[in-house]
Nanobody
Framework: QVQLVESGGGLVQAGGSLRLSCAAS????????MGWFRQAPGKEREFVAA????????AYADSVKGRFTISRDNAKNTMFLQMNSLKPEDTAVYYC?????????????????????WGQGTQVTVSS
């Protein structure tokens, strides 16, 4: 059974930092591009960051560029999202996602439709 389990969410003041983790089981992530998405109340799930299977290529939404860093440790079957300089508008449920199929070494994906495995989400709340 494939599982992606997010952790590390919580309540933080504006300007603070959080580090989210996504631990995978039932699949080996080393061949799979992965990403982070978020969904705020009343809004659609949106792209946050993506990483190629090796971790060598990354992409970010403009709203988080320069503040968030996506990374992965394939040996530990885990992906991370370091979030710095958090803003109230970053408040959302954050989801990790993995492709169902392998892709070229530098490929990354920014659309929800490109991902087949999803975690249950972790709440991030940033107070002003």
């Amino acid at each position: 059974q494939v599982q992606l389990v997010e952790s590390g969410g919580g309540l933080v003041q504006a300007g603070g930092s959080l580090r989210l983790s996504c631990a995978a089981s039932g699949l080996t992530i080393s061949m799979l591009p992965m990403g982070w998405f978020r969904q705020a109340p009343g809004k659609e799930r949106e792209f946050v960051a993506a990483v190629s299977r090796s971790g060598g290529t990354t992409a970010y939404a403009d709203s988080v560029k320069g503040r968030f860093t996506i990374s992965r440790d394939n040996a530990k079957n885990t992906m991370f999202l370091q979030m710095n300089s958090l803003k109230p508008e970053d408040t959302a449920v954050y989801y990790c996602a993995a492709r169902r199929t392998s892709s070229g070494g530098s490929a990354y994906y920014t659309s929800r439709d490109d991902y087949g495995y999803w975690g249950q989400g972790t709440q991030v709340t940033v107070s002003s």
